[in-house]
């Protein structure tokens, strides 16, 4: 009888004992490194020995609470946040000019001005975020944006539009990364695709319901009680957002070890699970914010993801003129704001499949590549004629490709930075700063005088997606040669060093592709 074959089935389980015993070492180590408590570190230890099927029960019940009372709000929140920066394009197809004197790229000013106020704010905004709680920070700054946005009904010159709107960039600031860096304190990495696309959904929702509503308001109450259609527009969306944003700083949760509504098992669990996803749990004060910031702008991966998120963003320049580019195809006011809607329903649907199928089966770059590939097709059709129907199809393609792509890229932006939690924070709002800077001069690229073909801006647009693709590949090239090394690191080096080492990835992670 060959003994070798008798040998094998005890070689794999003892292998797969020393596999256990390692990772709950990692994981322990690890875990007091950051100051969780002995108790939940005894509850880490249970966990890391249960079996699969313990595991998929239990992680269903925590996603089904962390879903119910984290996404719908977050979603809503978004929506607003977006209705309330882009209603300035369902109000131009008003009386918007004509009332405030606008001419020439006033427009493209008072579009552009909002993203001053948001980058100057960004950082030191989310830099506070890891300091105060998520729910009052994210529902007191909503509140703010919702008043200002609703004061730009009183505008009565061009000069207080823009003022109004420089201070609701100002306000609208720590909500985007607030929220993504939120959900990343809850989700893996794997978790966190699918969820951003559901978060991401708001937008689209967003210029859907938002030219459903400028529709309603233009067309109903332009003239009710001798105010205009587009300062309605301004105060009835403004009034909804505060309404929310007073609703969130009840709601809203935290973080997994203070949050009420998880009992003391699932939260230790849900701390586990992010140990075991990337090597460490968010501890708010495990780090200062000036070493985490540190760390950030050491991490050379930070600065080609911002590259990559700020042409993204810039490839999406369209979108704060979508009314107006729609208006070119002949119809009315008000037949112009609802044919915008089906493009962006469909973009919600899209954008939800693509993600799910980024998470489902771990990749990030070949998706955008696809996507933007897309959008580039979209570009290219909508500047070479003036056909009605290839024009309309145009306008599904290039929200469809760009924006489903940006969803992934933010998701690609989270769970590429391993914690602490401080210098996810930084890197997170770094990209986002950088990134959105990008709306400041893309505006500029659809001026009113390069209608109806738009032919400048559409060609720099199809060749900025084109970029952003290729950027996708290099990228995935570069996270490629990192895995190699990080595979290396962990056969060869002590296990101590990835815990000892702030600034290292934990043994067995490996960059999403």
Request: charged fraction near 15%.
């Amino acid at each position: 009888m060959d003994n070798s074959k008798i040998d094998e089935p005890a070689k794999a389980f003892q292998a797969n004992m020393d596999e256990i015993e390692n990772r709950q070492r990692i994981i322990e180590e690890t875990a007091k490194k950051r100051g969780i408590s002995e108790d939940q570190i005894a509850m880490f230890r249970r966990f890391t020995e249960a079996d699969e099927n313990w595991h998929r029960a239990m992680k269903k019940k925590l996603m089904r609470k962390v879903d119910f009372h984290l996404l719908p709000l977050l979603i809503l929140m978004y929506l607003l946040n977006f209705l309330d920066r882009n209603n300035l394009s369902q109000a131009r197809l008003g009386t918007l000019e004509k009332d405030l004197g606008m001419k020439g790229t006033d427009f493209n000013l008072a579009t552009s001005i909002l993203f001053v106020g948001y980058i100057l704010m960004q950082l030191p905004s989310n830099l506070l975020l890891t300091r105060v709680r998520p729910s009052l920070f994210l529902g007191g700054a909503m509140t703010i944006w919702g008043v200002i946005s609703a004061s730009q009904s009183a505008a009565r010159s061009f000069g207080g539009l823009v003022a109004a709107r420089f201070f609701l960039g100002f306000a609208e600031a720590p909500f985007f990364p607030g929220a993504i860096f939120l959900m990343s304190s809850w989700y893996t990495r794997g978790e966190m695709a699918y969820r951003i696309a559901w978060f991401y959904s708001g937008s689209s929702l967003a210029n859907a319901f938002g030219g459903l509503i400028g529709a309603g308001v233009l067309s109903g109450l332009s003239g009710a009680q001798g105010i205009s259609g587009w300062r309605w527009l301004f105060i009835i969306e403004g009034v909804i957002t505060v309404a929310v944003a007073m609703t969130a700083a009840l709601v809203l949760p935290n973080y997994p070890a203070n949050t009420k509504w998880l009992s003391p098992e699932e939260q230790a669990y849900a701390q586990w699970r992010l140990v075991d996803d990337t090597g460490e749990a968010d501890v708010a004060d495990s780090i200062s914010v000036i070493e985490g910031v540190k760390m950030a702008f050491k991490d050379p991966r930070l600065y080609m993801f911002t590259f990559l998120q700020h042409i993204s963003l810039l490839s999406q320049a369209f979108q704060y003129f979508f009314p107006t580019i729609v208006k070119t195809l002949g119809y009315g006011t008000i037949e112009t704001l609802l044919l915008t809607a089906p493009a962006w329903i469909a973009t919600f649907f899209v954008s939800l499949v693509v993600t799910y199928t980024s998470g489902r089966f771990a990749d990030r770059s070949y998706h955008i590549i696809v996507l933007m590939l897309l959008s580039v097709v979209g570009n290219i059709i909508a500047v070479s004629t003036l056909n009605t129907g290839a024009r309309y199809f145009a306008m599904f393609l290039l929200p469809i490709g760009a924006v489903s792509a940006y969803q992934i890229i933010l998701a690609w932006v989270a769970n590429s930075f391993p914690r602490p939690l401080v210098k996810r924070s930084a890197c997170i709002s770094f990209a986002n700063l950088i990134g959105n800077s990008a709306n400041i001069y893309g505006p500029y690229m659809y001026p009113a005088t390069d209608g109806p073909r738009y032919l400048a801006g559409g060609a720099a647009t199809a060749g900025v997606a084109f970029l952003v693709a290729v950027m996708a590949l290099v990228v995935r090239l570069v996270l490629i040669r990192d895995n190699k090394r990080l595979a290396e690191r962990d056969a060869s080096e002590p296990e101590a060093s990835a815990v000892n080492d702030p600034q290292a990835a934990a043994i067995g992670f490996r960059y999403i592709l």
